[in-house]
Nanobody
Framework: VQLVESGGGSVQAGGSLRLSCEAS????????MGWYRQAPGNERELVAV???????AYGDSVKGRFNISRHKIKNQVYLQMDGLEPEDTATYFC?????????WGKGTLVTVSS
């Protein structure tokens, strides 16, 4: 299983970015995919997850600003990030949970300047 993220970069506060992640090496639909993030010196934290039925869950700090979605057929997940704040600066990791095991991408860096 391989997960590859894209879409990170640098943006000013108030700006937007869209992250994408594709899982390969799987011949079935992954039930749950999502995004986590980790800032230097901090633990990895939940950003958003979505299951195959479209149910979503968000971390408290991003509710109302970020939106997670997924391709209905392909194992692709997206994260639309609006109203970015300097506190959102972190490496964002894509996650796919398969049979109770979490598979991770290498991460994509998001930097928000004030």
């Amino acid at each position: 299983v391989q997960l590859v993220e894209s879409g990170g970069g640098s943006v000013q506060a108030g700006g937007s970015l869209r992250l994408s992640c594709e899982a390969s090496g799987i011949n079935f639909s992954v039930n749950r995919m999502g995004w986590y993030r980790q800032a230097p010196g901090n633990e990895r934290e939940l950003v958003a997850v979505i299951n195959i039925g479209g149910h979503t869950a968000y971390g408290d700090s991003v509710k109302g600003r970020f939106n997670i979605s997924r391709h209905k057929i392909k194992n692709q997940v997206y994260l639309q990030m609006d109203g970015l704040e300097p506190e959102d600066t972190a490496t964002y990791f894509c996650d796919a949970r398969i049979c109770g095991v979490d598979y991770w991408g290498k991460g994509t860096l998001v930097t928000v300047s004030s």
